[in-house]
Nanobody, 127 residues
Framework: QVQLVESGGGLVQAGGSLRLSCAASGIAFSSRAMAWFRQAPGEEREFVVVIKWSGSDTYYADSVKGRFTISRDNAKNTVYLQMNNLKPEDTAVYYC????????????????????WGKGTLVTVSS
C-alpha cells in the first residue's frame, strides 16, 4: 500500500520558517522524482518544487525561488521542504507527490504527472 505522509505544517508569522517532511512507503522512492504542490482556499493546486530521484536536480516555481529548499534522503524515503521568509501568500495546504518512475522535465511539474499524493499539511502564515 502506497502512503505519502506529510508533517510539519502549522501557524507561523510572516518572515518565519517551517520545515515540511513527507515520508513515503510502498513505492520505489529512489527511482521517483518527488514534488511539493500547494493549494490555497478557492484556488487550483499549484506546483511549488520538484527534486530528481537522485537529488541531483531541482526545479522551483518562481514564487518560492530563493526562499524554499527541497531535499531528500533516499535512505529514509523522505523528502523535505525548508521554507524560509514565509509570506501570507504562502498560506495553503501543502501536498507531497511522487512522479512516475524516472519521469523528469515538464511532466514532473504538473498535477497530471504525479502518480501518488499525500493528504496534505496546512501552512498558515499570519501578517
Amino acid at each position: 500500500q502506497v502512503q505519502l505522509v506529510e508533517s510539519g505544517g502549522g501557524l507561523v508569522q510572516a518572515g518565519g520558517s517551517l520545515r515540511l517532511s513527507c515520508a513515503a512507503s510502498g513505492i520505489a522512492f529512489s527511482s521517483r522524482a518527488m514534488a511539493w504542490f500547494r493549494q490555497a482556499p478557492g484556488e487550483e493546486r499549484e506546483f511549488v518544487v520538484v527534486i530528481k530521484w537522485s537529488g541531483s536536480d531541482t526545479y522551483y516555481a518562481d514564487s518560492v525561488k530563493g526562499r524554499f529548499t527541497i531535499s531528500r534522503d533516499n535512505a529514509k524515503n523522505t523528502v523535505y521542504l525548508q521554507m524560509n521568509n514565509l509570506k501570507p501568500e504562502d498560506t495553503a495546504v501543502y501536498y507531497c507527490a511522487a512522479a512516475a518512475a524516472f519521469r523528469w522535465g515538464q511532466l514532473a511539474r504538473g498535477v497530471d504527472g504525479m502518480d501518488y499524493w499525500g493528504k496534505g499539511t496546512l501552512v498558515t502564515v499570519s501578517s
